[in-house]
DNA sequence: ACCGGTAACTCTCCAACGGGAAGTACGCAC
DNA sequence: GTGCGTACTTCCCGTTGGAGAGTTACCGGT
């Protein structure tokens, strides 16, 4: 019989999250969801459209498996299947199987993915628009190591 | 009825960064920022404390080499150098060596990489803050698929 | 009855990336 | 000379991620 439940282990490590810790569970959060599918993911359910200052179009959308697939150019099936089951089981996007023929899955974000993916949308449009900034110091960089 | 050419818009999609197309440079950067490491080093050059609440020294620091080795529990020497040179490079932070005996190597955040930290800081607290509810939702799906 | 088509995976192989440990360069103190 | 401390750098190897073929399950056409 075990001393300390799951449940009081939380409460005791509540006390103290800290993602510096190599072993605190926020550390490995963070890790997760620091992740380049995860950002891009959350971005696409999350209605990110590729110009953000222009649709404001940017409500949580559910798609398709093979939305996705085609929305994030690049992906392998592997990740993608492997990501969405993580951030499904941290209870960030729900899985919906719908028996058409052939069977139809949806995605789509959860209160707790959308909060998160009001964080992650400025990383994003941080990245786009900071991009030619961050260029310009490689060009710099480069020419001062040669 | 303003016409539109293919070369037109071509010319307009050079223009503007899209993250969800694999070729475009801005979806290499998001990659670059979406790292566990780089995520960390920010926190930490932001002055990040464990407890975001409570201290509100969260200003701008500058740190040593083997000060950051400390802080960033776990990070190999190997990552840490070669994160710490990618964002040197991307003009994120600066690198500064004192040539005292032994030589002192200072890191510090740029404007540009401190806005970025403005942004990653939100995302380090969410993972601190909902940590609780994630492993919640964690037991909760194991408990259904076994 | 059989074939083909489609969605969403799953498996298998291999290359690339990250961690660990050991080695390097520097200058000074002894 | 030998040793020491900081900040790397290099080498080896285990783990991870990508490419692409294979799998399942169903149905509609012939």
């Given amino acids: 019989m075990p001393m300390v439940t799951a449940a009081q282990q939380r409460a005791q490590a509540k006390l103290e999250y800290d993602a510096f810790l190599a072993s605190c ?30 649709d404001r179009a940017d409500r949580p959308r559910s798609m398709r498996y093979s939305e996705l697939s085609r929305r994030l150019a690049g992906v392998s099936q592997k990740m993608l299947t492997q990501t969405l089951r993580t951030l499904e089981r941290d209870g960030l996007l729900t899985r919906t199987v719908t028996p058409t023929v052939p069977v139809t899955v949806t995605y789509e974000l959860t209160d707790l993915g959308g909060s998160l993916h009001d964080l992650m949308r400025g990383v994003k449009v941080w990245a786009e628009t900071h991009m030619d900034e961050v260029l310009a110091n490689r060009e710099k960089y480069d020419a001062r190591t040669t």
């Fill in 25 to 54: 569970p926020s550390r490995q959060l963070l890790e997760r969801i620091s992740d380049k599918w995860v950002s891009l993911i959350l971005a696409a359910l999350g209605g990110d459209g590729p110009h953000p200052g222009k």
